[in-house]
Antibody
Framework: EVQLVESGGGLVQPGGSLRLSCAAS????????MSWVRQAPGKGLEWLSG????????YYADSVKGRFTTSRDNSKNTLYLQLNSLRAEDTAVYYC??????????????WGQGTMVTVSS | DIQMTQSPSTLSASVGDRVTITCRASQSIRSWLAWYQQKPGKAPNLLIY???SLESGVPSRFSGSGSGTEFTLTISNLQPDDFATYYCQQYNSYAWTFGQGTKVEIK
C-alpha cells in the first residue's frame, strides 16, 4: 500500500525549532519529487517546499525561505522538514505529499495524514 | 509568484445540482492546473490534473476545463459525498500555489 506518514509535530515556543519527518512506503521513493504543504487552522492550503527525487534540488516559498529546510534520506525512504525561528503564524497542520511524474509532475497525488505544529508560549 | 483566485468562496447547492467553480491565474499557466477535494480533518484528494484529466478512481461526474488563465471545475449531479472544500493549484512554475478554496455546502 502506498503510504506517507508524518511525525514530529508538537508544541514549540516562538523562536524554537522542530524537525518533521515523513516516512514513505509502497513506492520507489527516490524516483519522486516530494513537497511539504501546510494548512493553518480554518485556512487554505499553502505549498512550502519541494525537493527532487535525488535530493539535489530544493525549492521554497518566500514565506519560509531561510527558516525552513527540506531534505531527504532515500536510504531510509524518509523526507524531512527542519523548521527554525518559528512564529505563531507557522501554527498549522503540515502535510508531506508525493509529486507525480510526466504530466503530473508538480501534482500531489499522495498525501500523508498531516502532523500538527503549534507555536505558542 | 503566480496568484490563484477561486470563485465563489462558498457555494450552496442541493443533491443532484450541477455546480461550477472557477479558478483564475494571475498569468498564463497553460494547462498546468490541478483540482483537489478536501473534507474536514482529512488530507486533500486529487481530482483533476492538467486542467481536464480525471485522476484514476475519481467519479466521472467531476470534470475540468480551461487553459491559460481561466479554469473551471464542474460537478454534475452533486452527491452527498461531494460536500467539501475544493482547491485549485498551479504547477506551471515554482512556487506552486493554491487557490483560497471553495466550500460547497448543502442548501
Amino acid at each position: 500500500e502506498v503510504q506517507l506518514v508524518e511525525s514530529g509535530g508538537g508544541l514549540v515556543q516562538p523562536g524554537g525549532s522542530l524537525r518533521l519527518s515523513c516516512a514513505a512506503s509502497g513506492f520507489t521513493f527516490s524516483s519522486y519529487g516530494m513537497s511539504w504543504v501546510r494548512q493553518a487552522p480554518g485556512k487554505g492550503l499553502e505549498w512550502l517546499s519541494g525537493i527532487s527525487g535525488s535530493g539535489g534540488i530544493t525549492y521554497y516559498a518566500d514565506s519560509v525561505k531561510g527558516r525552513f529546510t527540506t531534505s531527504r534520506d532515500n536510504s531510509k525512504n524518509t523526507l524531512y522538514l527542519q523548521l527554525n525561528s518559528l512564529r505563531a503564524e507557522d501554527t498549522a497542520v503540515y502535510y508531506c505529499a508525493n509529486e507525480g511524474v510526466a504530466t503530473k509532475s508538480g501534482v500531489f497525488d499522495i498525501w500523508g495524514q498531516g502532523t500538527m505544529v503549534t507555536v505558542s508560549s | 509568484d503566480i496568484q490563484m483566485t477561486q470563485s465563489p468562496s462558498t457555494l450552496s447547492a442541493s443533491v443532484g445540482d450541477r455546480v461550477t467553480i472557477t479558478c483564475r491565474a494571475s498569468q498564463s499557466i497553460r494547462s498546468w492546473l490541478a483540482w483537489y477535494q478536501q473534507k474536514p480533518g482529512k488530507a486533500p484528494n486529487l481530482l483533476i490534473y492538467r486542467a481536464s484529466s480525471l485522476e484514476s478512481g475519481v467519479p466521472s461526474r467531476f470534470s475540468g476545463s480551461g487553459s491559460g488563465t481561466e479554469f473551471t471545475l464542474t460537478i454534475s449531479n452533486l452527491q452527498p459525498d461531494d460536500f467539501a472544500t475544493y482547491y485549485c493549484q498551479q504547477y506551471n512554475s515554482y512556487a506552486w500555489t493554491f487557490g483560497q478554496g471553495t466550500k460547497v455546502e448543502i442548501k
